[in-house]
C-alpha cells in the first residue's frame, strides 16, 4: 500500500497501486524526471525484479519486468545521479554479487554492471548518491554500516 501527504504530517488513505502486485520485501520510490519510480521483488514468481512508474503518485504504469534474469531475493534499492535512475540489487543466480543497472528515461535498461565480483553480501544494499558519485551502503550484523564508493561510470 502507498500514502502520501502535503505537509508531512496528514497523510491520505493508503492505496493500492495494483491489485496484482505483490511482495514479501520492501519497496523501493524514488523520484526521477518529473516521475515516481517504484521497484519491487515480486513474490510470484519469487525473486523478479518489476518497476512502475506514476507522474502523479496515484496512477501507476502496468509493472514490467526491466530483464527477465535479473533476480534477487532481498528487496531493491533506486536511486538517480547524472541524468541516469539506478536500480541496485544482490544477484541470485550471481551468488551474492552486487548488481547495477542504469537508465536515462526509467524505461529502458542497460545490462547490469558488477562494480567488483568481489564485493559480495548476503543483505539488502541501498544506494544514494553525493557529490557525482554513487554510494552503495551495505548494512551487516551488527549493525555495522560500511561505504563504498563507486567510480562514476562512463556514458553509455
Known amino acids: 500500500y502507498l500514502s502520501s501527504s502535503e505537509d508531512g504530517r496528514n497523510r491520505l488513505p493508503p ?5 496484482n502486485w505483490r511482495t514479501e520485501h520492501p519497496i523501493a520510490l524514488h523520484s526521477f524526471n518529473h516521475s515516481l519510480h517504484l ?10 525484479i518489476y518497476l512502475s512508474s ?6 501507476w504504469t502496468p509493472a ?4 527477465t534474469t535479473w533476480r534477487t531475493e532481498h528487496s531493491v534499492s533506486l536511486q538517480s545521479f547524472n541524468n541516469r535512475l539506478y536500480l541496485g540489487y ?13 537508465s ?12 567488483n565480483t568481489t564485493w559480495r553480501t548476503d543483505y539488502p544494499i541501498s544506494l544514494s548518491s553525493h557529490m557525482e558519485r554513487v ?3 551495505l548494512i551487516e550484523p551488527p549493525s555495522f554500516l560500511r561505504n563504498i564508493l563507486l567510480p562514476k ?4
Open 15 to 19: 492505496y493500492q497501486p495494483a491489485a
Open 153 to 156: 561510470p562512463a556514458k553509455l
Open 90 to 102: 544482490v544477484g541470485r543466480e550471481l551468488k551474492g554479487i552486487i548488481c547495477l543497472a542504469s
Open 39 to 48: 521497484a519491487y521483488v515480486g513474490a510470484a514468481p519469487k525473486g523478479m
Open 104 to 115: 536515462e528515461d526509467g524505461k529502458k535498461w542497460t545490462d547490469i554492471y558488477q562494480p
Open 135 to 137: 554510494e552503495k551502503i
Open 64 to 67: 514490467q519486468q526491466p530483464n
Open 54 to 59: 506514476s507522474a502523479d503518485g496515484r496512477n
